[in-house]
């Protein structure tokens, strides 16, 4: 039976507090929380849309949309990679959060939004930036996990750092197995795709850097496929 994509992992909102000199708390560090229903209600707005003229466009149903925007189910990426086509988005806006966009991206390691897919877990390296021309993840993969058969094709460059467990890349038709410390880049027009053949967990930092802006990178490598 085809294997269902996982649902997006809600994210905790946390706030520590230190004690000042005068005896004042002050809170620092707070988590920001990925709301996924609250970026989508806004992404909506922001284009004039009601929900049932996006649930045409992609082909979803009307309440579907009224159960994510309400927070009362989490969606999984297949279903986010169709809202996010629909609205002519890249996938990375649904980890936008309240913080204002800026130039700047800096993120405390515990901080990283989180976005599950099929296969492993994608952990956003540029949330707040204005012009992600630029998208850089760390990438889990679970034992085995892979593209799929399919080669990936794209704009701009690819540039991959093996963190532990190894990974390997074919790039046309030469494979590159990466060992903790290794790291590929390549033109990503040329065809590629990734599998992690060992029996333990892979993870590495990617980033994808499209030369179009209306390029899609991400939901090329990280689309899910029922199996």
């Given at each position: 039976m085809p294997r269902s994509a996982p649902a997006v992992p809600a994210q905790p909102r946390r706030n520590t507090k230190r004690q000042t000199r005068s005896g004042t708390q002050t809170s620092t560090n707070a988590v920001p929380e990925v709301n996924v229903g609250q970026r989508l209600r806004a992404l909506r707005n922001e284009r004039g849309l009601s929900i049932r003229a996006l649930a045409e466009r992609s082909g979803l149903n009307v309440n579907t949309f009224s159960l994510i925007e309400n927070s009362k189910t989490s969606p999984s990426v297949s279903t986010l990679q169709q809202i996010a086509a629909a609205l002519e988005v890249p996938i990375t806006a649904f980890f936008e959060t309240d913080v204002p966009t800026n130039s700047v991206?800096?993120?405390?390691?515990?901080?990283?939004?989180?976005?599950?897919?099929?296969?492993?877990?994608?952990?956003?390296?540029?949330?707040?930036?204005?012009?992600?021309?630029?998208?850089?993840?760390?990438?889990?993969?679970?034992?085995?996990?892979?593209?799929?058969?399919?080669?990936?094709?794209?704009?701009?460059?690819?540039?991959?750092?093996?963190?532990?467990?190894?990974?390997?890349?074919?790039?046309?038709?030469?494979?590159?197995?990466?060992?903790?410390?290794?790291?590929?880049?390549?033109?990503?027009?040329?065809?590629?795709?990734?599998?992690?053949?060992?029996?333990?967990?892979?993870?590495?930092?990617?980033?994808?850097?499209?030369?179009?802006?209306?390029?899609?990178?991400?939901?090329?490598?990280?689309?899910?496929?029922?199996?």
């Open positions: 991206a800096h993120i405390v390691a515990r901080n990283r939004p989180r976005l599950a897919f099929a296969h492993g877990t994608l952990e956003d390296l540029g949330a707040g930036l204005t012009n992600r021309a630029v998208e850089p993840f760390v990438v889990t993969l679970e034992p085995h996990a892979s593209s799929g058969e399919n080669p990936i094709v794209h704009t701009g460059f690819e540039f991959v750092f093996c963190l532990h467990g190894h990974m390997t890349y074919q790039v046309e038709e030469r494979s590159y197995v990466l060992a903790p410390g290794d790291s590929l880049v390549f033109e990503s027009y040329l065809p590629h795709r990734w599998q992690n053949d060992d029996d333990q967990s892979a993870q590495v930092i990617l980033v994808l850097y499209p030369t179009d802006v209306h390029d899609r990178p991400t939901e090329r490598h990280f689309s899910v496929k029922e199996r």
